[in-house]
């Protein structure tokens, strides 16, 4: 009877054990998906979508080589570029614009570079063929493969062999859709012709309209007319214990120190009170309240976030920090955040 009580009592504590590592487990799934904390270890959004971006090059380099392009310098140059441009993104929104800007960007000069090289290819294919050398009076050889499916070689004088057709048709450059290429043959030599058609004109304006859109979204993330996420800094300010006279509050112009002090150490964007500032903003007292842009905002804490190198706004603060509490009692609190969001400013 002893042994069974004691198996039935080791049964229980075992059940209450799983019972607890399972509330455990769904607890810190609830608590990660609302964003409470990260996992040790856990890269923030930013740094994820980074790594993601970079593997986005490693797939255009891959590509790249795949299309016999990865030599050339115009390619090496513009997967310089990118992974320049990624490595100083310093919000999910600079990011995205990188991504949209260059990437369109990277698109049409890999499509500009492989049509040069196909009709490099050809023109080479057409000048290895035994007939061209006789060939005086200019003839002209239309290639084009407009399905992606079947290569179409227009030989009206019949100059080119079998086994030319063979090669041009077999080549990788050729198996997937371009537009006609224009082969002329004269005093014996091909030469392939570079026309510029409204199609190539129509991507062009496709490109310069991606590119003015992007920058409008630059600028919008900038100057506050857009939200903004990255890493940064928050400050609290709260009044000084006990606040019996003016000084030892916090006032309008505290704020706009603070303010200032992280915008000169590089923050890109930064709410106080969750209101976002723009080249508009003011920030004033009104009795007992402060208002930004015109809003009432809640104090003591007066909360102030800034996106930017966290490292660098935070040591921006050590003169404020240290000069407001011993002057005035009114103390700051700082907290590094690895992913802050900042909202759109809302226009009145």
């Not at 964003?35 to 970079?54: C, D, H, I, Q, V």
């Not at 002057?327 to 809302?346: D, N, S, W, Y």
Request: with cysteine; charged share 20%; proline share 4%.
């Amino acid at each position: 009877m002893v042994r069974k009580l004691e198996t039935s009592s080791a049964r229980q504590t075992w059940l209450v054990t799983v019972l607890i590592v399972v509330l455990l487990a769904n607890s810190l799934m609830l608590g990660r998906s609302l964003n409470l904390f990260r996992l040790p270890g856990e890269r923030n959004t930013l740094a994820m979508a980074k790594e993601t971006s970079n593997m986005l090059i490693s797939y255009i380099e891959r590509w790249a080589s795949e299309q016999g392009l990865g030599g050339l310098p115009a390619v090496q140059d513009l997967v310089a570029r990118l992974q320049y441009d990624i490595g100083r993104a310093r919000t999910l929104e600079e990011l995205a614009q990188v991504m949209l800007n260059s990437g369109a960007q990277a698109i049409g000069l890999l499509d500009m570079e492989r049509d040069a090289k196909r009709r490099e290819v050809l023109q080479v294919l057409v000048n290895n063929d035994p007939a061209i050398p006789q060939v005086q009076q200019k003839v002209s050889i239309l290639i084009s493969n407009e399905s992606g499916d079947e290569v179409t070689v227009v030989d009206r004088a019949r100059l080119l062999s079998a086994h030319t057709i063979d090669q041009i048709k077999g080549h990788p450059l050729c198996n997937e859709p371009f537009d006609e290429v224009v082969i002329e043959i004269s005093e014996g030599k091909a030469r392939a012709v570079n026309y510029r058609t409204l199609y190539d004109q129509v991507k062009v304006l496709q490109q310069e309209t991606q590119n003015l859109q992007a920058e409008l979204r630059r600028l919008n993330t900038l100057s506050g007319y857009a939200s903004m996420t990255g890493p940064g800094l928050v400050v609290e300010l709260y009044d000084a214990p006990g606040a019996y006279n003016s000084g030892d509050i916090v006032h309008d112009a505290d704020i706009r120190d603070v303010v200032n002090e992280l915008f000169a150490a590089g923050a890109v964007g930064i709410a106080v009170g969750d209101q976002r500032l723009t080249t508009t903003s003011s920030v004033r007292c009104a009795g007992p309240s402060i208002l930004v842009n015109q809003k009432q905002i809640v104090v003591n804490p007066v909360r102030i976030q800034a996106v930017g190198d966290p490292d660098v706004l935070y040591s921006s603060m050590d003169i404020m920090v240290n000069t407001l509490r011993a002057m005035r009692g009114i103390e700051i609190v700082l907290e590094k955040q690895e992913e802050i969001v900042l909202p759109a400013a809302t226009t009145p």
